[in-house]
């Protein structure tokens, strides 16, 4: 596919679009660090606001006493699940399911918010008001290892109340044959038939191997916070503007969640801070605006950092049966995982979704089961989205490693035999963009396979290599309301924000700079929250297909200004004093030439006649009066969210090397390479950023981050930047990229993006067995490496 629908989709020459290192609309806020995050608003006379958090794993609040907290000098307000604000917000009457109250009496893991809200003069006090609670807990079991809370014998640790709750979008996905068992919930997808392929396969050629898939933090690097306040509306009179500032995802969940229509809410703030996918929000955003109606004054409630070690990933063990022929050929697959499904609420990728999207759908095996025990758990919560998409990708991966391994092959040429075509399962033709992915990474890293253990380095420290590949996707979910005004000879983009650190605002610029033959600084960013615009998307939607649409405004813009520009030829406006009396003022040539908009065109910022481009004048000159161009709508849908992963275009294909030392049992990633083909190169700084912190994340979920937990008490211990590891700017190796532009996606140019696609947990692993033959589990620390090999 391509960008056949779009205006100049097919565009072969770029001035604008491509071009490196142009700096991003907001840099130099962040740099200095003028930007405001949701914890640096303070206002005048404002309150701040904490809520209760468990010390237990699973507990209910069965009673509490709040008359010594009332009597503590500088408490506004203290609000309980029974006050009847909390209980009727954000509900909606006549549901045809039960809604989960805002806040209620449950925790289900150690440091949820829970019951009590307390509004004061400080945190300080806040804090001392909630030490005065007088609570009564009833607590329950725990489970914070999900290969023992999904055992038939482990008690039950969702409670009845919570069960009658829905959970959107994950109870739909459930397999209606298998009924909860305990803290199981079952999941069940078939293709083909498995259990026949099996029986008729060798055992010579089944391979059985386990993966566990690690939990780690999404770890917001400023922490979720909001202040909100209520003020006269000065423009429509009646009724109050709720304000607000923490960069919420959107400011019409907010103002929904309060019953105001978004013409009534106001958020000016456009920094959330790194949250990536991670677009949950947290209650320190959306409980101000009650509490400062309630107290009059604004309040303020901002997460510590300790609060922020939400999982980006929940934890998953996968146990894999998979038949192959004697080429390398896979033939069937029998997938069965154990999933966190962690607390309720929490997002389904990672267990039921997975299933709509994975690896095997891009391999020619058409008989596949998915069977995925969801395990209840009080581990804590992952919301809407997460790192990995999907996350059962690097079960493929492992799959190709092995046969290799077993067949002696280089694992490649074992990729090339299972990959099936861009067209179908059934399609034997090569993917395009993959054998150009593969040469230039085989070409960047000087790929020469090893069997494992069978290589050293100089220094006598045993060498590892390993590779994968992954579809290059695009979220097609969204559509887009761009808008584009030309005032005074200068182009405006409006959009509402927030910035999500993806830097789209900056290629939609870029496209409108390309197409209106402007250079990149000559477009004016209008931050407003009235704007309908904000390129925000799933995955890299929010860039390319943002810049599409945006594509199409630009040219019914430009088409406006040509059109304009011999209208005002024809009929001059009047001049203004100021011009008329102006000595240097420049005469417009094309005034009585009779020259239409077909002979004009635009270049540099100045309207140019085609025939001799030196008869030209600026544009402010050329078109007085004020132009707008919208248009709302978007790319067609991506190849991959028809075909599921069953249609191919853009794809990447990502190698690494890593040196481990035998006695100390300590890894060394030599170097990450990455190919990539996001169809077309938009913003080069953003796709080389979103490489580097991909395979930053990858280092660190394999090699580094660990949530540890006291089995007994269900207490995480690890909530602090000390004893939850991170690779440091020391640790990081070096990412070698090459891009490369097959143009075949379909939104703007060709593009596709790369989301988070090649972000991983198995790749470093995979290396490591390369190097020493032995398998660990990530996160692969020197003791887990000396274990490995016998050593302790």
Sequence with gaps: MADLAGINGQREHFRVVGKPNLPGITSYALATGAAKFGSDYVLPDMLHAKILRSPYANAKVVSVDLSKARLLSGVAD?????????????????????????????????????????????????????????????????????????????????????????????????????????????????????????????ESNIIEYRLMLPAFASHIPNPSGSVAWWEDDPYEGEGKLLHIEGAVQRKEAVGALHGMQKEKVIQEGLFQGGKYCDWGMRRSQEITPLLSKRTGRPVRMVDTRENTFDFLMNQRYMYLKIAHDETGLITAIDDLSVADGGTKGSSAFGTSHDHAYGPYYTMRC????QVTEI????????????????????????????????????????????????ASQDDTNPVPSFEACLEAGKKLMNWQHHPAGMKRL???????????????????????????????????????????????????????????????????????????????????????????????CANKLKRMILEAAAEEAANPPRMSKLEMFN?????????????????????????????????????????????????????????????????????????????????????????????????????????????????????????????VFDERTGVRLNNNMIDYKKPTIQDVPSVERVFLETRAGNAAYGASGISHSLANTHLVIIAIHNAIGKWVDPAATPDKILEALGKI
């Excluded at 067949?407 to 074992?414: A, M, Q, R, S």
């Design 78 to 202: 203290i609000l309980t699940w029974e006050d009847h604000d909390i209980k009727t917000l954000g509900m909606i009457p006549d549901l045809p399911f039960r809604k989960r109250p805002w806040l209620d009496n449950y925790a289900e893991q150690e440091g949820a918010e829970v019951a009590v809200i307390v509004v004061a003069e400080s945190e300080d006090i806040c804090e001392a008001a909630l030490r005065l609670l007088d609570v009564e807990w009833e607590v329950y079991d725990h489970v914070v290892d999900i290969l023992k809370g999904k055992e038939a014998d482990y008690p039950a640790i969702r409670q009845p109340e919570l069960l009658n709750y829905a959970d959107l979008g994950v109870t739909a996905r459930l397999d209606p044959d298998k009924p909860r068992r305990g803290n199981v919930t079952y999941a069940t997808t078939v293709d083909g038939d498995v259990d026949d392929v099996f029986a008729k396969t060798p």
């Design 366 to 369: 058409k008989n596949i089961r």
């Design 375 to 422: 395990v209840d758990s009080n581990r804590g919560k992952m919301h809407l989205s997460g790192q990995h998409c999907p996350f059962n990708w690097d079960s493929g991966t492992m799959a190709i490693y092995l046969i290799a391994e077993k067949l002696g092959k280089d694992p490649i040429d074992i990729v090339k035999i299972n990959l099936h075509g861009p």
């Design 458 to 552: 100089p220094d006598g420290r045993l060498h590892g290599a390993a590779f994968r590949y992954q579809i290059c996707p695009r979220h097609a979910i969204s559509r887009y309301d761009s808008k584009l005004i030309l005032r005074d000879g200068v182009v405006h983009m409006p959009t509402q924000g927030p910035i999500t650190g993806i830097y789209a605002v900056e290629c939609n610029v870029m496209v409108i700079a390309e197409e209106l033959g402007m250079e990149y600084e000559d477009i004016k960013v209008d931050f407003d929250h009235r704007e309908r615009f904000s390129p925000v998307g799933g995955g890299s939607d929010g860039s390319t297909a943002s810049a599409w649409a945006t594509k199409e």
């Design 583 to 707: 000595p240097v003022r420049t005469q417009n040539p094309f005034i009585g030439k009779g020259f239409t908009a077909d002979d004009l065109d635009l270049e540099g910022g100045r309207v140019y006649l085609k025939a001799d481009p030196g008869v030209s004048c600026p544009l402010a000159l050329a078109v007085k009066r004020e132009l707008v161009a919208t248009y709302c709508g978007a790319p067609p849908n991506a190849l991959w969210s028809v075909g599921m992963g069953r249609l191919l275009d853009t794809m990447n294909t990502c190698f690494c090397e890593v040196a481990v030392d035998e006695d100390t049992g300590e890894v060394e990633i030599l170097r990450f390479g990455v190919a990539a083909d996001p169809g077309k190169v938009l913003r080069p700084t953003s796709l080389e950023s979103q490489i580097d912190q991909v395979m930053y994340f990858t280092q660190g979920c394999q090699l580094f981050e660990e949530y």
